[in-house]
């Protein structure tokens, strides 16, 4: 299976804090995504990246990949309580032409005031 | 606003009785997209749909039906629901799988 799977299940800090989140899946990718879901609602796209780019910023948000590796890293800077939720990193298989999405398990990120 | 709206947002029934969990996005996107979300599971996908009559099966499509006859619509069927079907179900749409996708709110199915 394709599927990432995330690295620490459970992450909690406190606020000011940087949180690091990581997701390693098992075969070639075209990009990686990372999504936020706040406990029982929708998911929420945060950052995609493509498998020929290394780094990527989005607010306090940077993503790492690192196809070599088959890693990603997801780093939120000077968290916020709000920041608490479930983040997921999430890969299309190539050879659905990208129809089929695999999620991980997810992070749940825990930030206290 | 763009966005993904399912229906019903929750949902009780009765094991074997059919029903249907409409799903509609108006960002007129290729790719829509169900999923299933279980405790110590995760996200499971359950069918997929590329464009209008084109879907395929995800991980989990065994008890679920779906069609795509419009562009923006992509309804889940669940022709005689079981006890473990009880679920957190989400729908999605992407302009296509090189982007991320926009999430309906979900909708949490119990089946008695």
């Known amino acids: 299976s394709q599927q990432g799977e995330e690295d620490p299940q459970a992450l909690s800090i406190q606020e000011g804090e940087n949180a690091t989140m990581n997701c390693s899946y098992k075969?070639?990718?075209?990009?990686l995504q990372w999504y936020r879901q706040n406990s029982g609602r929708g998911l929420v796209h945060l950052i995609l990246?493509?498998?020929?780019?290394r780094e990527k910023h989005s607010g306090r948000l940077r993503v790492t990949l690192d196809t070599s590796k088959k890693s990603s890293s997801l780093l939120i800077t000077a968290s916020r309580a709000a920041d608490t939720a479930s983040y997921f990193c999430a890969t299309p298989d190539r050879g659905s032409t990208l129809g089929r999405l695999y999620f991980g398990r997810g992070t749940q990120l825990t930030v206290w005031p | 606003e763009a966005q993904v709206t399912q229906n019903p947002r929750y949902l009780i029934t009765v094991t074997g009785k059919k029903l249907t969990v409409t799903c509609s996005q108006n960002?007129?996107?290729?790719?829509m997209s169900w999923y299933r979300q279980d405790p110590g599971l995760g996200l499971r996908q359950i069918y997929y749909?590329?464009?209008?009559?084109?879907?395929d099966k995800g991980d989990v499509p065994e008890g679920y039906k779906v069609s795509r006859k419009e562009k923006r619509n992509f309804p889940l069927i669940l022709e005689s629901p079981s006890p473990n079907q009880t679920s957190l179900y989400f729908c999605?749409?992407?302009?296509?799988?090189?982007?991320?996708?926009?999430f309906g709110s979900g909708t949490r199915l119990t089946v008695v």
């Open positions: 990246i493509r498998s020929n780019e």
């Open positions: 999605a749409s992407s302009l296509s799988g090189d982007y991320g996708y926009t």
């Open positions: 749909s590329m464009n209008v009559e084109v879907t």
């Open positions: 960002m007129n996107h290729e790719y």
């Open positions: 075969t070639s990718i075209n990009n």
